[in-house]
């Protein structure tokens, strides 16, 4: 079961990368989620899959083959906390389409940047700027 | 001798506001804390004299054996009697020649800190701590060059100096981490010649330690920052850039002399490159008409002489370094800042509008005559000594000694022109043309070069006290063995006589043929064009632009570049990392048996991922991204974790809604992947990598036994030392409580980031009567029942969690999915006011509770989050329940607060 659990993980990874690896940011948040399932999945085999009842005692003793706790519980913290993550890459891309109107990865760098304002060109500068910006818009 | 450094750096902390209450007067009151250092000094004369030591430790990085331990000998001494006399004058100096300036304060504050810097760094005997103090002096000169910040020149200048000494800073750490190493000793004193000389690392220690040094001291061809550095104010360029920090260059390299002195590469190395120095100074000094620079390049000669000394290792050779060092300090103190009073009283520094100037100043005069005196190496100035006991010493050397001392006769020649060029030229002959009509400037800006140079003469005359106070203490500690100090002003005929002889007539031939000789040097103009600053100006013009290209290539702005790049790198390193991974026990690794159950999960999760990577339409990504999380949910239930399991079904369906409630915003996507094919293969080829690497490493892993047994200890103790038995639960609020208060913590903080993205809340309160979608009577009476039903739920989940599936984290996503249909059928009003306390709120309250279930543990004098628990009848109550409170609320909130915001910005 582990070599599965492995090999899934491998391939959510994968699909993962090629999502965060796309121009739109869409599938940039949703690759986001993809790569956190995925490490989930991976932190839990690691602590390998021997029991076979969930971790719960009781009075009369612990149970012999009872699965491993510790990854469980790393793991149920970092459902919650990637879930905030990933509301909050939401939201990024959310304030990113509210504000510039464009969703493509490569194209928001370019938008929110301005350029220094020792490189600006000379002519905006100069007195007769507003009436160039005018024309330009 | 810390509490001396102490007392100089308490004066720079107020003398900023010292100056603003006292104006000028201020450096009346400043000046005591350097004249107190050297009155102490004095006090120390008669033990240091005698060849004892003074020593002071204390512990500084006791880990690294970096101790702040000083060591007062006879060179240290000399150093800091200059440092701390010619301080004095010259802090009272400043505040003449500076009373006008708005900054005076600062420029006080600066000096004082170099001041301390200096000292420190002619006293420290620990290598690292002098680094330090010599790093220290490189900053604070930066800071006093560039004073007159708003003149390009200065700037320029600054940065120059603190680049050329910066660097060659870094090559000395080297050098003395090398040293250190070597000699298996962080102190000076401890150091042995057998142990570092002999040393496989000698070389590398040498050339990086002679690196530190003739930056700091300009030799050639680090020379250029010195002449820049006269745009410092006059009091900065008689302090720093003659008299002491570009002194600290040969300081060291006399420090080191016993113990690196030995080899041959030593002696040729600092006699060539200390008389190339000298020569280049003093042509070039000729050449200048500014006063101030031709002093600089006068300097840069000295420096070079001061170097070629040590080089010599003879009796001569090292009595003369240190008469010279002194003699040096004195006059150009002292001609420094009588150029200062010049340029104070004339608005001029140009010798061809100069003259004529001892009628109005003939106290600066006289100071100007006496320094110059003893520059020129006339008797019986302290400079006539130096000067003599110069080619004595080169004469002792040998054949390469006397070449040297052609060169010698030459530059001091060169030095007595220059000095006559300066008190002559200046202060006799016709009245020059002056921007302002002079006068004789006030006390302390006569006082300071006067007193230099009347020590200059005394020193001279006197010299026996010289000899038995100052120099024979500080020849021994320079030289390598004992050295028989004796100081005179006439000792008969000797080919020293001559030589300085020689070097008088030719001074003075050079003087009265100063004009042809100009004329003669301008004709071969095409050797001044090949000028080091412009050379300097070019490579830091192509450093930067080289810089820059270096950068445009990593920082190029693209997310996807950089994503990519360092998916391909993490991959190729894990994989190498697997491929050379030991403690493979059994391969394939030893699996449990396969649950098809969780199987179908992986299948459905990766079903569902795969088609949120190649579908457009915006419903069926949400659906898609559903299912993937689905999919994981039933292989958590799968393999036994039905607490992650419940988890992940509520975080999903929450992923869901909200990912639902964004995505109609935006527009449809357009494509799929990139548009360039090339560069889709190249990402499929990463992705498909990244995924293999991670799927390696996964199994590597697990190839291994699973180390320790923490699983087991967990279930044992976690119903007798936990009182809970789910022992999920119980590691999260007692066991390892503290990282879960860091998690609801960055949870907290995540929501409150994102929410605040999402917008602030909307103008319209009312008039939001939910979604259309809901519209529906029946659906709507339904929701309040089942909203209702989920709240109770929660809380049962959260009550019964410490010993069934449930908890804190799972009741907390339940209710705020009960407060999710409350808004989506309602509208958020409606929610908020069901909820009746603002989410922010919640989550404080949530985070307080689980962190004030912590200190319940410190009240039982137990470390924080240490569980207690009370048993009133029967029913098991612990601080761990009320932790689990804290985490449930801090949960709810978060989401309920992101959810409503989001929603109230939609409508």
Not at chain 2, 99 to 125: E, I, K, P, T, W
Not at chain 2, 421 to 426: A, N
Request: net charge positive; with cysteine.
């Amino acid at each position: 079961m582990e070599i599965i659990a492995a090999i899934t993980a491998g391939i959510l990874v994968s699909i993962g990368v090629w999502l965060l690896l796309d121009r739109n940011l869409v599938r940039v948040v949703l690759g986001v989620v993809v790569i956190g399932n995925a490490i989930n999945i991976a932190v839990l085999t690691g602590g390998r899959f021997n029991g076979t009842t969930a971790p719960f005692t009781s009075a009369a003793g612990v149970p012999e083959l009872a699965s491993n706790p510790l990854p469980q519980a790393l793991v149920l913290t970092a459902i919650v906390i990637g879930f905030a993550l990933f509301v909050f890459a939401l939201a990024v891309l959310k304030r990113t389409w509210e504000l510039h109107g464009t969703t493509a990865t490569d194209r928001v760098t370019e938008v929110a940047e301005d350029d220094a304002p020792d490189l600006a060109p000379p002519a905006l500068a100069t007195p007769s700027a507003p009436a160039d910006r005018e024309g330009r818009r | 001798m810390l509490l001396t450094l102490a007392f100089i750096v308490v004066a720079m902390l107020f003398a900023p506001s010292l100056s603003r209450a006292l104006d000028a007067r201020a450096g009346w009151l400043l000046a005591l804390a350097p004249l107190a250092g050297f009155v102490w000094m004095l006090t120390q004369l008669p033990v240091v004299s005698s060849g004892g030591v003074v020593l002071e430790s204390y512990a500084w990085v006791p880990a690294l054996d970096v101790a702040l331990s000083f060591r007062l000998d006879g060179l240290s001494l000399l150093f800091g009697l200059l440092v701390t006399g010619i301080g004095t004058l010259i802090v009272l100096y400043a505040g003449s020649y500076l009373s006008d300036h708005h900054h005076l304060g600062r420029f006080y504050a600066y000096l004082l800190g170099f001041m301390a810097a200096m000292l420190g760094l002619v006293l420290a005997d620990d290598l690292i701590a002098l680094f330090v103090f010599w790093e220290l002096t490189s900053v604070m000169s930066f800071l006093l060059i560039s004073f007159q910040h708003e003149n390009a020149v200065s700037r320029r200048a600054a940065l120059q100096a603190l680049l050329i000494t910066g660097g060659g800073g870094l090559a000395l750490l080297a050098g003395l981490i090398l040293l250190g190493t070597a000699a298996d000793s962080w102190q000076f004193s401890t150091l042995t010649a057998e142990a570092v000389e002999g040393h496989v690392l000698y070389p590398a220690i040498l050339v990086l330690v002679l690196l530190g040094c003739f930056t700091k001291s300009a030799q050639v061809p680090f020379h250029l920052w010195l002449p820049n550095a006269m745009a410092a104010p006059t009091p900065v360029s008689a302090y720093l850039h003659s008299a002491t920090m570009v002194k600290a260059g040969v300081y060291l390299l006399a420090r080191l002399n016993p113990v690196m002195g030995g080899s041959a590469g030593w002696g040729t190395t600092l006699i060539v490159f200390g008389a190339a120095t000298a020569l280049v100074g003093a042509v070039l000094a000729l050449r200048q008409t500014d006063l101030k620079r031709i002093l600089a390049y006068t300097t840069v000669t000295v420096l070079g002489q001061l170097t070629m000394l040590i080089g010599t290792n003879t009796a001569y050779g090292l009595q003369a370094f240190v008469i010279y060092i002194l003699a040096h300090s004195l006059y150009k103190g002292a001609l420094f800042m009588a150029v200062g009073s010049i340029d104070h009283a004339t608005g001029t520094r140009e010798l061809t509008r100069l003259g004529g100037l001892i009628r109005f100043m003939p106290l600066t005069g006289a100071a100007v005559a006496l320094a110059a005196f003893s520059n020129a190496g006339l008797p019986p100035f302290f400079g006539f000594i130096a000067k003599e006991f110069k080619y004595a010493g080169l004469i002792e050397l040998g054949p390469l000694g006397w070449i040297t001392t052609v060169v010698m006769i030459v530059t001091n020649a060169l030095l007595l022109t220059a000095a006559g060029l300066i008190f002559i030229r200046s202060f006799l002959g016709r009245q020059g043309a002056y921007p302002r009509h002079p006068h004789e400037v006030s006390v302390f800006m006569w006082l300071g070069p006067m007193t230099l140079a009347i020590g200059g003469f005394l020193l001279g005359t006197f010299n026996n006290v010289a000899e038995v106070w100052l120099v024979n203490s500080a020849v021994q500690a320079v030289a390598r063995g004992p050295v028989d100090v004796h100081l005179y002003l006439w000792g008969g005929i000797t080919p020293a006589v001559i030589a300085s002889l020689l070097t008088i007539s030719l001074g003075i031939l050079a003087y009265v043929k100063r004009h042809a000789m100009r004329r003669w040097m301008t004709r071969w103009h095409t050797i001044w064009q090949i000028s080091g600053d412009l050379l300097w100006d070019r490579l830091l013009k192509r450093v930067f632009i080289f810089a820059g290209q270096i950068a445009d290539r990593f920082q190029h702005g693209s997310l996807r570049q950089h994503i990519a790049l360092l998916a391909l790198a993490s991959s190729v390193f894990a994989l190498l990392g697997v491929a050379l991974a030991g403690g493979i026990t059994a391969w394939p690794p030893v699996t449990s048996p396969i649950s098809w159950a969780a199987s179908a999960g992986c299948i459905l999760a990766i079903t569902g991922a795969g088609a949120a990577a190649a579908m457009r339409d915006r419903i069926a990504l949400v659906t898609a991204t559903g299912a993937c999380g689905l999919g994981v949910a039933l292989f958590f239930l799968a393999i036994n974790a039905p607490d992650v399991a419940i988890t992940q079904i509520m975080v999903e369906t929450l992923t869901v809604i909200f990912l639902a409630l964004v995505l109609r915003k935006l527009p449809p996507l357009q494509v799929v992947g990139s548009r360039n094919s090339k560069r889709r293969r190249l990402h499929m080829v990463v992705s498909v990598l990244f995924g293999l690497a991670f799927t390696a490493v996964l199994l590597t892993s697990i190839a291994g036994p699973l180390p320790g047994d923490i699983a087991a200890w967990y279930l044992a103790n976690s119903l007798p030392g936990g009182h809970g038995a789910n022992v999920v639960n119980v590691i999260l609020v007692d066991f390892r409580a503290f990282d879960t208060l860091g998690e609801i913590l960055v949870v907290a903080l995540a929501s409150i980031a994102a929410a605040n993205m999402l917008g602030g809340r909307s103008a319209r309160k009312d008039g939001n009567n939910g979604n259309p979608e809901f519209g529906s009577v029946l659906l709507r009476q339904g929701i309040k029942p089942l909203a209702g039903v989920l709240i109770l739920v929660s809380v049962a989940l959260l009550w019964r969690g410490h010993n069934l599936p449930g908890g804190g984290f799972i009741g907390g996503l339940v209710a705020a999915s009960a407060l999710v249909i409350l808004a989506l059928g309602y509208g958020v009003p409606t929610a908020r006011k069901l909820l009746r306390i603002h989410p922010p709120r919640l989550i404080g309250v949530g985070l307080a509770l689980a962190a004030g279930a912590g200190l319940i543990g410190l009240l039982g004098q137990q470390p924080f989050l240490s569980s207690a628990w009370i048993a009133p009848g029967g029913l098991a109550l612990g601080s761990p329940l009320l932790f689990d409170v804290g985490v449930f609320l801090t949960v709810l909130g978060s989401m309920v607060h992101m959810l409503f915001r989001l929603l109230e910005k939609e409508a």
